[in-house]
């Protein structure tokens, strides 16, 4: 087993004065902590786009693309964990994506790489979680009051303002009530979902179900690639490293517990809401399954109270999910702004954490009102941001740290994992950009209209 790069780019003393790691990064969590983060930061309202994803595959591939895209996920993400204990069992322990990919790699051009990378995704997140959770309220406000003023910017506004006073729950492990809640709320609103569709499915009233593909070979490769990365950026995090520092050392063991944890919550959440909703659906899914029981014409397809219990469930986790992608933003400006010599609730570091976070959360919910079609920009970032990150640089990262042989049966399906992804990675970035082209003309700033 070959030892990591001797070069100690970041010490481990460095944390005694490392304000970001002391304050944010406390690492002070039990594995059941770590599953509670990892399942707010994968399992979001973004399954309910699954029924969707499968339009473009049809049942067998996306039975197949669903499975490998998990399988290959924890793989991945056990693979880094293992570099992470590794590291630590050194003497050198990394708490920052960044820092670890840069010292293992040995580059420090990789440390920008990979905080520009993170820093899009997690802005990208909270930006669309700003937004999902503004359009949530924009529902339950239209079916209350069909004739109500009230535009979906106001609404965004009302959630940045609750999203400003969560963030100054000062660390990461002080999010683990809220996002032991979030995995409640998952399950609950999936569930809720699928039973609508289970329901609707064995009704009278169930809608005419069609499964066939695109007519052209090349629109069934388009659409088929497009789904693959949907479900890849489903999958995708960006996060492991910070989740893991928030364990209690050693960590060793710890977040394997915590990624079994996850992926049991994602096999009956991911599943169930893929087949129920693909099922009673077919090709006309929806990219919001909910949109589906809910059509723009007629009655709802599912009772009242079951649709707007679930629309509150997705509202209340995406408070969560918005917090914890905030995070390495958090960590970067308290490392910056922060006296360690000084409590973490003196004066002199309250007031710079109260400001600095309260005017990111206010450019996130403005860039959320002024631009309801993020979800076109925020597909573009996620086909180049979640593929490098959670499907190649793990196991590039194990390739270096550990050496195995070129002979070795890992080394050889590292590289397959790596060359494979890379390229639906740029498939699913050229799928992204060309619809961000055909939908420019439906883009209006600060408009109450979200484009899908």
């Known amino acids: 087993m070959a030892d990591p790069p001797r070069s100690d780019m970041f010490p481990s003393s460095r944390l005694d004065s490392d304000a970001g790691a002391l304050f944010v990064l406390q690492s002070k969590g039990e594995w059941w902590h770590a599953g509670f983060h990892l399942t707010t930061a994968i399992v979001g309202p973004t399954i309910l786009t699954l029924p969707y994803a499968f339009r473009g595959l049809g ?9 490998t895209m998990g399988l290959v996920t924890f793989y991945a993400y056990y693979l880094m964990s293992k ?6 069992k050194a003497g050198r322990r990394h708490i920052r994506f960044r820092e670890l990919a840069a010292d293992v790699l040995g580059s420090g051009w990789m440390f920008y790489v990979v905080i520009f990378i993170q820093t899009a995704i997690n802005t990208g997140i909270g930006i669309g979680a700003i937004l999902l959770a503004g359009q949530c309220l924009d529902i339950m406000y239209s ?15 009302m959630v940045t303002a609750v999203m400003i006073v969560l963030s100054q729950l000062p660390s990461f492990h002080s999010l683990r009530h ?28 169930a809608p005419k179900r069609e499964y066939s593909l695109e007519p052209s070979d090349s629109g069934r490769v388009f659409s088929a690639f497009t789904s693959i990365s949907i479900i890849a950026a489903i999958f995708g995090n960006g996060i492991l490293p910070e989740i893991q520092a928030t364990l209690a050392p050693p960590a060793t063991g710890k977040m394997l517990k915590g990624l079994i944890l996850c992926y049991t919550v994602i096999f009956f959440t991911f599943y169930s809401a893929a087949i129920s909703g693909y099922w009673v659906f077919g090709n006309s899914s929806s990219s919001n399954i909910l949109k589906n029981l809910m059509p723009d014409e007629g009655p709802t397809l599912a009772p009242i109270v079951v649709i707007g219990l679930a629309v509150i469930f997705v509202l209340l986790q995406l408070f969560a999910i918005g917090l ?15 006296d360690t010599t000084k409590g973490m609730f003196s004066s002199r570091n309250l007031v710079p954490r109260l400001i600095l976070r309260t005017l990111y959360m206010a450019f996130c ?22 593929i490098p990150l959670d499907f190649v640089l793990p196991m590039l990262l194990y390739n270096m740290t550990y050496k195995p042989t070129k002979r070795s049966f890992t080394y050889w399906i590292n590289m397959t994992i790596m060359v494979v992804f890379t390229c639906a990675g740029l498939m699913g970035a050229f799928s992204s950009v060309r619809k961000l082209v055909l939908d420019a003309n439906k883009f209006k700033l600060f408009s109450s209209e979200v484009v899908d």
Not at 371 to 377: H, T, V
């Open 59 to 67: 049942w067998w591939l996306g039975f197949v693309c669903l499975t």
């Open 83 to 88: 570099v992470l204990d590794h590291c630590e």
């Open 143 to 157: 079916s209350l009051f069909p004739q109500g003023t009230l535009k979906l910017y106001e609404f965004i506004a």
């Open 178 to 205: 809220i996002n032991c809640a979030s995995l409640l709320l998952s399950l609950g609103y999936t569930f809720l979902v699928v039973g609508a569709c289970i329901n609707l499915g064995l009704s009278k009233h």
């Open 324 to 338: 914890v992608y905030s995070q390495v933003a958090y960590e970067i400006m308290e490392k910056n702004s922060a």
């Open 365 to 386: 919910g403005f860039m959320a009102a002024m631009l309801p079609f993020f979800g076109d920009i925020n597909a573009v970032v996620g086909a180049f941001g979640f």
